[in-house]
């Protein structure tokens, strides 16, 4: 156990220094024309050291934040302010999912053609099959870009015997353990397997959660970019690297959300009812307060 604690302690102390190196020499990470700046990248982007510079960031600006509550609400505010903006504009692959199922519809089972060009002046044109497999790309994004909106939105269902009739002290605990225990740690887990995966269908020589920076270094020199272009079907929907990008930005979007609730939880329960649901922007607040 001692082994462990000084494991922790020297992770949060290198994690500045790691910080600090990162932000001062960018091109070691960001200059993707460089093999090796790349590989930086791919291999921080789910390590210990990155997961320990996100920690130590939530541990501090926690600690100023309990000092200054206003920078907490403006965390809050920001966050929600996010999700509400992507989910808002996302929700509308709904409607053009819909709309484009009927498109398809009426071209192959009406008009009886093959092709589909969608365009002013140079078409857009893939095969039927291209446009109907495309729908799942839509509700992908409805999925993973407007889960953040509807937990903001109090759209989720909560199935709780003890929560509801629980007080509204006990409620606030629940929801700032919730947020540390399950919410944060799933979307962390989910990040792990999810960034790897991208990858893997983005270059080539494949990468592996399991590869030592060393090892991955020793592949730079032969990294080459290898977007994934293969569809289910020969002429199917052929850009299924975006659903890996969806993922990852679904559990970046998930633990920012974790962090919101967990502060807005402590917030509401610090300053007492008066601030429940405070600056919280609601689509129908009305439905919301019903509930109550």
């Not at 000084?6 to 290198?14: A, H, P, Q």
């Not at 509807?150 to 605990?173: C, E, M």
């Amino acid at each position: 156990m001692l082994d462990g604690l000084i494991w922790f302690v020297t992770n949060i102390v290198l994690s500045v220094w790691h910080f600090i190196l990162a932000v001062t020499q960018p091109g070691l990470w960001l200059d993707w024309s460089n093999g090796e700046s790349l590989v930086r990248f791919i291999y921080y982007g789910a390590s210990v050291e990155f997961f320990f510079v996100v920690l130590t960031a939530f541990l501090i600006f926690t600690a100023f934040g309990m000092w200054k509550t206003w920078l907490l609400w403006g965390a809050v505010r920001g966050i929600e302010a996010f999700g509400n903006t992507v989910g808002r504009v996302m929700a509308w692959a709904g409607l053009i999912m819909v709309l484009q199922q009927i498109v398809v519809i009426f071209v192959q089972r009406i008009f009886a053609q093959s092709q589909l060009g969608i365009g002013f002046g140079t078409a857009f044109s893939f095969e039927v099959s291209w446009w109907s497999e495309e729908l799942k790309l839509y509700n992908a994004i409805v999925v993973t870009l407007c889960c953040a909106y509807t937990f903001v939105q109090k759209g989720h269902v909560r199935v709780d015997l003890l929560y509801a009739p629980a007080s509204y002290r006990t409620k606030k605990i629940i929801d700032m353990v919730g947020a540390l225990i399950f919410m944060a740690p799933m979307a962390i887990i989910i990040w792990l397997y999810a960034w790897f995966f991208l990858w893997r269908h983005l270059v080539t020589p494949k990468v592996s959660a399991s590869d030592k920076l060393d090892l991955m270094m020793r592949k730079a020199t032969i990294l080459r970019w290898n977007v994934e272009t293969i569809g289910f079907s020969p002429n199917g929907f052929n850009a299924y690297f975006l659903f890996k990008v969806l993922l990852v930005a679904f559990c970046g979007m998930i633990f920012l959300q974790a962090i919101a609730v967990f502060y807005r939880s402590y917030l509401e329960l610090r300053e007492g009812p008066a601030s429940d649901n405070k600056y919280l922007d609601l689509d129908n607040p009305d439905a919301v307060a019903s509930s109550h």
